[in-house]
T-cell receptor, first 114, second 115 residues
Framework: KAGVTQTPRYLIKTRGQQVTLSCSPI?????VSWYQQTPGQGLQFLFEYFSETQRNKGNFPGRFSGRQFSNSRSEMNVSTLELGDSALYLCASSPGRSYNSPLHFGNGTRLTVT | AQSVTQLDSHVSVSEGTPVLLRCNYSSSYSPSLFWYVQHPNKGLQLLLK??????LVKGINGFEAEFKKSETSFHLTKPSAHMSDAAEYFCVVSYRSSNTGKLIFGQGTTLQVKP
């Protein structure tokens, strides 16, 4: 089975721009979660989607949004980019929403905002 | 509040010596506990998980962890470190609740392995 695929791997944007990141989960996985990873804050939960509905959201401003499609692929969007948005964005999938189901992570998208 | 604490931000061992990475969690509810490893510029890979079966959990690459409820700990060990074990390790907690899907990550422990 193919793993979780995130595209692009690297992205450089300037302040004020917007960006869209893509995540294709493992086939058959219906839950997709997004995380932001920075050296200072560590791993922070952004949101979780299941069956095209946002089920959970972390403490991020409304500039961060996402969606999930009927094939479980997910995108996240960040508008009006700020320097502090520079981070590694990780997507993870799992078959369902069970609390004891481990996540399968992609290799991430490295976003640099200049 | 639900939380997880990795007691060491950095651990350095020599190749061939034992590894101990420490993790404590808060005990509001019955947790599921995981250890993940992250190599540079890569995503996180599951090492092992505890979900209320055996308290000693064996994972991949020779790692294991012991769930100790009385100490609210879930420390990760390996008898003999290998150079390829150098990476960042995350202890992760998930709690049974009506709002599932949100994991709580520790701050990570960087493991350095010296030749």
């Amino acid at each position: 089975k193919a793993g979780v695929t995130q595209t692009p791997r690297y992205l450089i944007k300037t302040r004020g721009q917007q960006v869209t990141l893509s995540c294709s989960p493992i086939s058959g996985h219906r839950s997709v979660s997004w995380y932001q990873q920075t050296p200072g804050q560590g791993l922070q939960f952004l949101f979780e989607y299941f069956s095209e509905t946002q089920r959970n959201k972390g403490n991020f401003p409304g500039r961060f949004s996402g969606r999930q499609f009927s094939n479980s692929r997910s995108e996240m969007n960040v508008s009006t980019l700020e320097l502090g948005d520079s981070a590694l964005y990780l997507c993870a999938s799992s078959p369902g929403r069970s609390y004891n189901s481990p996540l399968h992570f992609g290799n991430g998208t490295r976003l640099t905002v200049t | 509040a639900q939380s997880v604490t990795q007691l060491d931000s950095h651990v350095s061992v020599s190749e061939g010596t034992p590894v101990l990475l420490r993790c404590n969690y808060s005990s509001s509810y019955s947790p599921s506990l995981f250890w993940y490893v992250q190599h540079p510029n890569k995503g996180l890979q599951l090492l092992l998980k505890y979900t209320s079966a055996a308290t000693l959990v064996k994972g991949i690459n020779g790692f294991e962890a012991e769930f100790k409820k009385s100490e609210t700990s879930f420390h990760l060990t390996k008898p003999s470190a290998h150079m390829s074990d150098a990476a960042e390790y995350f202890c992760v907690v998930s709690y049974r609740s009506s709002n599932t899907g949100k994991l709580i990550f520790g701050q990570g422990t960087t493991l350095q392995v010296k030749p």
